[in-house]
């Protein structure tokens, strides 16, 4: 149950459904009339009151009050699922509720509850630090959190109590480790403040579709490297592709960490230079590492999303565009 949270973010990272995909973004989406497509939506405020195929989600406050053919994969402060959805439900969040039907559901977050009205036709699997189950699931109920109530019915149910754990200290390699991509990023962003700028405008202008592409490039690439390095002949491209791999992951966040930093300094009105900007996004992002289970999150979300904006940011580069044409 432990990595419960982990398997869910995977699963976020990757848009259920077929082929055809519609983006929403801004501050306040809302979903007001049907959608025969999947949908990928984020935003401060996310409400969907029309029919979509499926939906992922994140945002600080997501309501779903129309019925979802397929998945809801969703993620956010205040989740809030009042339609049916026709496939499963895997959210991760701070306060989470679920009313209507679903196949089966996986959640994680602060506070859980499934609500009076709602069935769930298979199983469903809570971690939580506050627990409640008021509906109907027809096979197992397991539960971790802190706290439980069940005043519903369930095939079978599955109660284990989370323990609390404790926040630990980060360690002397760590610590080391973190000072020098501070001043690995410290120094991107003197000699090559072009392509560092480059790559943390392509992270701000689409978070959410570049680190779902990133986290799928991350693993395509290391498949490619794989089938490279079976031949005797492709060995040496494989390395050499390895290690530029392995250094584009490695530097991934500190895009990412400009990112935010640049997203706080705005929205205070504080301006306090480049360097200033980049040193307290990565502070706060490396606090953010050190938390149990949800660093590991962050981390995740970071790489992909920094891989995916570098990606992009080479992409524009390119002195070649399709058909042969010079950029």
């Excluded at 519903?152 to 630990?168: H, I, K, S």
């Excluded at 693993?219 to 492709?234: F, K, N, R």
């Excluded at 307290?280 to 891989?307: C, D, E, N, R």
Aim: charged residues 10%; hydrophobic residues 55%; aromatic residues 6%.
């Amino acid at each position: 149950m432990k990595h419960l949270v982990v398997i869910i973010l995977v699963l976020l990272l990757i848009p259920s459904g077929a082929q055809a995909l519609t983006f929403l973004g801004g501050d306040q989406p809302r979903i007001e009339a049907p959608i025969p497509d999947d949908v990928i939506a984020s935003g401060g405020s996310v409400t969907v009151s029309a029919p979509v195929d499926s939906l992922t989600v994140a945002g600080g406050m997501v309501t779903v009050d129309a019925p979802v053919r397929g998945d809801v994969i969703a993620a956010g402060g205040t989740l809030i699922i009042n339609g049916d959805v026709g496939g499963k439900v895997l959210a991760a969040g701070g306060d989470i509720e679920v009313n209507g039907n679903a196949t089966n559901v996986l959640i994680a977050g602060g506070t859980v509850r499934i609500g009076r009205d709602a069935v769930i036709l298979r199983d469903a699997v809570i971690s939580a630090g506050d627990a409640t189950n008021e509906g109907v699931v027809l096979r197992n109920l397991t539960v971790s959190a802190g706290t439980f109530n069940n005043t519903g019915t369930a095939g079978n149910v599955t109660f284990e109590e989370a323990q609390e754990p404790a926040l630990p200290l980060p360690g002397i390699f760590s610590v080391l480790a973190a000072i020098g991509f501070l001043i690995l990023g410290l120094l991107l962003i003197r000699f090559l403040p072009g392509p560092f700028s480059a790559v943390v405008r392509e992270v701000e202008r689409s978070p959410i579709v570049l680190t779902v592409l990133g986290f799928i490039a991350i693993i395509a690439t290391a498949i490619v490297l794989l089938i490279v390095a079976v031949t005797v002949i492709g060995i040496p491209i494989a390395l050499v592709g390895g290690l530029l791999f392995i250094v584009a992951l490695m530097i991934s966040s500190l895009f990412v960490a400009y990112a935010l930093g640049d997203a706080i300094t705005s929205r205070a009105g504080w301006t306090p230079g480049r360097m200033g900007i980049f040193v307290l996004g990565f502070v706060i992002l490396q606090i953010l590492f050190f938390i149990p289970l949800l660093g590991t999150i962050v981390q995740i979300v970071a790489v992909s999303l920094g891989y995916g904006g570098l990606l992009y940011a080479l992409r524009g580069a390119c002195p070649f565009r399709a058909g042969g044409e010079a950029a």
